[in-house]
């Protein structure tokens, strides 16, 4: 086809002939992408033919008229621009022509096939890239879904200074609008390796180019195609095969949560500075990162150890304070007027005494109940545990645990959310504070920190702990 002219032909009007075709870019079944030259403007386009043949589907019309549509109604720097859109009649090729701006960078996966690799660093700048090219499709009304993310749909130009070079986003081959998902038109495309299990049965939702945005830079980083690399329950499995610090690596796998309800659920919450999302995008990390206990903010006696593969945080006891001596001498009074009843009611005959020494069972667990508040006050501790296995909140005095509530498998925490101190009123009207709070979801039990019965009562010591939370498990701070 070099060298044949291609235009807006009715009738063979040479007038319209207009674009010079200069070289096949790719070529598959019942498609070709051209670099032509636009006779008018003497610049450089590039054409997608849809041509007419023995294994054409009318599926494939109707994703190349919706990518034509769509294209049109687009307007992003770093998105191919919509010129043209023509039937093809020609005595070798019939079909339809989509012409678009030439953009003259080499995709990733060129890149990696000539034997380049990228650093963390370089990596974070591509998916800051992306990232701010989906906020602005998925907030479009209705939302566009690309769906298909990968190496060889994003292109990288010439370095510039300290910057890896401009990134784009090409080949709307595949896109899809919520509301044609939600009417009931749904094609199954995209590209093995980098689609979500959702996208295998036809849905897709803004999350769905999260998953494809986080394989693709999986790819970059460890030089293997995401369909190579282990998987284990769906997920890929990419950690050994990566040196990457901690945090962008529980970002990745936040990205590629085969659960939706558990993946990042749009673009904006991935670039959300409340999150540690976007953080990881933007900080310099340790790879290697050496144990650290940390204390602060200052005054601040919570202890908090952590590495890559652990996180814990010691609440330590409270001590003594005025409402532990009243506590303490209430809980001598009932404890010793209720010693006495029991003694007393012991000394009765048998077996009347039974029933009275029965009816002070519960005092007696009142009673220890008030002990058992003042030694933890005293010399009781609130631990956190979490490592790649399991999660675990526990109330320790001396030798024994108390687990509230029982452990939870590690990859089953969903969410963090932060309550901030606030006000409410009881049934007579009365302002009462509520303390600010804490809560780590797994599954449909949550761990609490700071609130009435927290472990946590300072504001400061509370978002402190909830941004090195959020920080270590790779999850945005939900604020309510």
């Known amino acids: 086809m070099i060298g044949e002219i291609l235009g807006d032909v009715q009738g063979q009007d040479a007038t319209r002939l207009r674009y010079e075709v200069q070289q096949i870019l790719g070529k598959k079944s019942g498609r070709r992408t051209l670099l032509a030259r636009d006779l008018q403007t003497q610049e450089l386009v590039v054409i997608k033919l849809l041509s007419f043949g023995g294994d054409f589907e009318w599926d494939s019309l109707k994703l190349f008229k919706r990518e034509a549509e769509i294209l049109k109604s687009l307007s992003h720097p770093l998105i191919p621009h919509y010129l043209n859109y023509f039937e093809v009649n020609l005595p070798n090729i019939r079909g339809f022509a989509l012409v678009q701006t030439y953009i003259p960078a080499q995709s990733l996966e060129q890149y990696l096939q000539n034997g380049r690799t990228f650093t963390e660093a370089e990596v974070k700048q591509i998916a800051k890239a992306l990232l701010e090219i989906l906020v602005y499709l998925h907030g479009l009304y209705p939302p566009v879904i690309h769906r298909d993310i990968k190496p060889s749909n994003i292109l990288l130009s010439d370095r510039s200074g300290n910057s890896i070079g401009q990134v784009y986003l090409v080949d709307f081959g595949s896109v899809q609008t919520v509301l044609a998902t939600e009417t009931g038109t749904r094609t199954v495309v995209g590209t093995y390796g980098y689609m979500p299990p959702e996208q295998f049965g036809g849905r897709t939702v803004a999350a769905s180019d999260l998953y494809s945005l986080g394989a693709t830079l999986i790819y970059l980083v460890t030089g293997t195609h995401p369909a190579d690399l282990p998987q284990k329950d769906f997920r890929i499995q990419f950690e050994q095969a990566a040196n990457l610090s901690p945090s962008f690596s529980n970002w990745l796998r936040w990205m590629i949560e085969p659960s939706l309800e558990r993946r990042l659920s749009s673009a904006d919450l991935a670039m959300s500075t409340t999150g540690s999302a976007y953080a990881a995008l933007e900080k310099p990390q340790l790879t290697n990162l050496p144990a650290l206990v940390v204390g602060k903010p200052d005054g601040s006696k919570i202890q908090l150890t952590k590495n890559g593969d652990s996180l814990e945080i010691i609440v330590p006891p409270t001590g003594f304070d005025a409402s532990i001596l009243f ?64 999660i675990s909140l526990t109330w320790e005095l001396f030798a024994w645990k108390f687990y509230r509530p029982r452990t939870s498998p590690r990859q089953s925490v969903s969410k963090l959310v ?25 599954g449909v039990k949550k761990y609490q920190l700071g609130g009435i019965s927290g472990a946590i009562k300072s504001e400061a010591e509370l978002e402190w702990v909830a941004d090195e939370l959020s920080d270590w498990l790779g999850l945005p701070i939900q604020r309510e």
Request: aromatic share 18%.
């Open 327 to 390: 506590t303490g001498l209430f809980a001598i009074v009932w404890n010793s007027f209720i010693l006495i009843w029991t003694i007393g009611a012991l000394s009765a005959p048998f077996p009347v005494n039974i029933p009275f020494a029965m009816f002070s069972l519960p005092f007696w667990g009142a009673g220890f109940v008030m002990v058992y508040k003042i030694l933890f006050h005293l010399f009781g501790r609130i631990c956190l545990r979490l490592n790649p296995k399991q």
């Open 418 to 442: 932060y309550i901030p101190k606030h006000f409410t009123k009881d049934s007579e009207g009365t302002r009462i504070a509520v303390p600010a709070q804490l809560d780590i979801w797994v």
